[in-house]
């Protein structure tokens, strides 16, 4: 996407991309499946990177994600949970990292 960006045949190109984004976002969809995270039942960096990408693609172009209502969830889900501070204990990797900077000597749950 970012190459389709920066391209200078952008206007030629959106067309043929905005044509494969739903097939692109069905793998996602698939993948994710009816699991609340794309890991597992719990939250972890997968689901930070995919929310990066769903966003990207939603933002390029608002309506792509209405035919996916799994995906159209897990934003949502995604959302709540970053807004409401809880991620950090609901993922260990973040509350590693968090703790790290805050006070490396202090245990960390694994």
Known sequence: MVRLCYDPDFE???PKYLEELPEKLKL???FLGKRPWFAGDKITFVDFLAYDVLDMK????PKCLDAF???KDFISRFEGVRHS?????????LEMSAVRGL???QPVRV
Do not use: V
């Open 28 to 30: 996602y969809s698939e």
């Open 12 to 14: 030629k190109l959106k």
């Open 58 to 61: 939603r933002i390029f172009e």
């Open 85 to 93: 501070g809880s991620c950090i204990d609901d993922c260990p990797i």
């Open 69 to 71: 209502l799994n995906l």
């Open 103 to 105: 006070q490396a000597e």
